[in-house]
């Protein structure tokens, strides 16, 4: 059965320090992975999808399908930063997505 | 600014009471979502719709949980009786075949006490 898997609950780095969410996935087709956000207040939101490689709020995610992962990265990390990061996977052809348990990130000032 | 909008923001009864959570998905949107939030569990899949047919509510405890769509714009999702372990925060989330995210509500945060 086709799962997410993000490691760590809670996670805390010091600003200006790199940042690396870990997400690991099961799914033996196509995964389409991304990554969505919740800052404190807000609602949960889009950050990145896999399939667009881009880079956003200097955030950035890989997918290794040997390894299957897809760890989100920023070398730099800002107190904005601080939030609740969700892995999520959708299989193919279908619209629901699969979301891990999350990790809270903080950013200590 | 279109956004999925749900009723009640908060939701405190008592164990046995009916509870009734709505929500209205982004004009256009076809597919719909239902999903539950908690500390343990993270984000679960309760249900979700597309063309306001029900396609998949494995993720949904069906003695007590029921999800539908009357219409295009408005989802529901009610628990009777409900129980102190369905206390969390229901997200309802919306989107289209045309594009893949999906756009989440602010949630309904429900206590049973």
């Known amino acids: 059965a086709q799962r997410v898997t993000q490691p760590e609950k809670l996670l805390s780095v010091f600003k200006g320090a790199p940042v690396e969410l870990k997400c690991n996935y099961s799914?033996?087709?196509?995964?389409?992975l991304f990554w969505y956000v919740q800052y404190s207040r807000q609602r949960l939101q889009l950050l990145l999808r896999h399939i667009s490689r881009e880079s956003i709020k200097g955030f950035t995610a890989d997918l290794n399908k040997g390894e299957t992962s897809f760890h989100l990265k920023k070398p730099f990390a800002q107190e904005e930063d601080s939030a609740m990061y969700y892995c999520?996977?959708?299989?193919?052809?279908?619209?629901?997505?699969?979301f891990g348990t999350g990790t809270r990130l903080t950013v200590i000032p | 600014d279109a956004r999925v909008t749900q009723t009640p923001r908060h939701k405190v009864t008592e164990m046995g009471q009916e509870v009734t959570m709505r929500c209205q998905p982004i004009l256009g949107h076809n597919t719909v979502f239902w999903y539950r939030q908690t500390m343990m569990q993270g984000l679960e899949l309760l249900a979700y719709f597309r063309n306001r047919a029900p396609l998949d509510d494995s993720g949904m405890p069906k003695d007590r949980f029921s999800a539908e769509m009357p219409d295009a714009t408005l989802a529901t999702l009610k628990i009777q009786p409900s129980e102190p372990r369905d206390s969390a925060v229901y997200f309802c989330a919306s989107g289209s075949d045309s594009f893949n995210e999906q756009f989440f509500g602010p949630g309904t945060r429900l206590t049973v006490l």
């Open positions: 999520a996977l959708r299989l193919d052809g279908a619209n629901n997505l699969f």
């Open positions: 799914y033996s087709g196509s995964p389409e």
